[in-house]
């Protein structure tokens, strides 16, 4: 049965994901996992009864989910009103840009030595976004693309920076929503992306990560012109 906001039903579908006993960081993780494939947009209210009824999981637990996705800055938690997904300004992803050179391309510059199924990653996640394109998937192309990213930082062989890796594409596939033509945002990114593949996979490196910054350079310029436009429905 259909509800009337698609995002009950997508909680829904991942209510095999977890069991009766499962913890609020598990709960976190599929509501985070939706907001990095921009299934959850910014300012979507999230009702506790629904959300708690989809995954079949009890209101202390889906609070204290909510709690834990209100400190990663992916929910806010307004009085009165309830809990929100959370909307950026512009000065939120100028600062995610700069931690993403710190986390990607510092990755990229220390892969010369990086296994070899870390590196495939990288190549695989350029592949699917291409896949998508040829039939038109835009929204697979965004999520193909934060996983072309999630695989340069696991170069760096780090689970702390993977775990930060994660936490920052959710907030930025938040940013990704003030794009209101997806097609265009994320279309000229994917020969940039099968570029910067194709460096690391001749190992590159070097060559990769300064590549990367002026992707970096030319991508939050892009977004913080759109910000000056753009207001939340």
Do not use: C
Request: aromatic share 6%; charged share 30%.
């Amino acid at each position: 049965m259909t509800t009337a906001d698609p995002w009950v039903d997508l909680l829904a579908a991942d209510r095999s994901l977890l069991d009766r006993t499962s913890t609020a960081e598990r709960v976190a993780d599929v509501l985070r996992q939706r907001i990095i494939e921009g299934a959850l947009a910014p300012g979507t209210r999230l009702s506790e009864e629904s959300a708690g009824r989809a995954l079949a999981v009890s209101r202390n637990t889906l609070r204290e989910a909510f709690r834990l996705l209100v400190h990663e800055r992916l929910l806010v938690h307004e009085f009165h009103r309830g809990v929100f997904v959370r909307v950026l300004s512009a000065d939120d992803v100028i600062d995610l840009y700069r931690m993403r050179r710190l986390l990607e391309t510092s990755a990229v510059r220390l892969a010369a030595d990086a296994a070899p199924e870390l590196v495939a990653a990288v190549d695989r996640a350029v592949t699917d976004g291409e896949r998508a394109a040829e039939t038109e998937r835009w929204l697979d192309v965004g999520t193909a693309n934060m996983r072309f990213h999630e695989a340069l930082a696991a170069l760096a062989a780090s689970p702390r920076v993977n775990d930060t890796m994660r936490q920052l594409l959710a907030e930025l596939r938040l940013a990704f929503h003030v794009m209101s033509r997806a097609q265009e945002f994320h279309e000229p990114y994917l020969e940039l992306n099968r570029e910067i593949a194709d460096l690391i996979g001749n190992r590159a490196v070097q060559a990769a990560a300064d590549r990367l910054d002026e992707y970096f350079d030319a991508a939050e310029t892009q977004l913080v012109a759109a910000y000056k436009t753009y207001s939340p429905e």
